[in-house]
C-alpha cells in the first residue's frame, strides 16, 4: 500500500501536466513549429525528476531508454551510476 499511493500520486501529477503542458505558439519562431512555455518546461521538468525518484518501473525504463544504446561499457556504468548521483530514490 505505500507504495501504490506514490505511484498514484506521480501518475496523477504527470496526467496533469500533460493536460496543463498543451503547445503555444511560439511567434519569435518563423518556422511556426509549437513550442511549450518555459513554465510548462519546469512542470514537465519537476514531474520527471519526481517519477525518477519515487517510481522504480519508471525510473528503470528511462535507465534503459537513454543508457541502453550506449556499447561502451564505461560509459554505459556512467550513465547508470547518473540517476543515482542527480536523482537518487526517495
Known amino acids: 500500500m505505500r507504495v501504490i499511493i506514490p505511484t498514484l500520486v506521480g501518475l ?3 496526467a496533469a ?3 496543463q503542458a ?3 505558439l ?3 519562431n518563423p518556422h511556426g513549429k509549437w513550442h511549450e ?3 510548462q518546461n519546469v512542470r514537465k521538468s519537476q514531474s520527471y525528476n519526481y517519477l525518477l525518484g519515487t517510481n522504480a518501473a519508471f525510473r528503470s525504463a528511462r ?3 537513454e543508457c541502453g544504446p550506449i556499447k561502451d561499457p564505461a560509459l554505459r556504468n556512467d550513465c547508470v551510476g547518473s540517476f543515482g548521483a542527480y536523482e537518487p530514490m526517495r
Open 63 to 65: 535507465m534503459r531508454k
Open 37 to 39: 512555455t518555459p513554465a
Open 17 to 19: 501536466t500533460s493536460v
Open 26 to 28: 511560439n511567434k519569435a
Open 12 to 14: 496523477v501529477a504527470l
Open 22 to 24: 498543451a503547445p503555444v
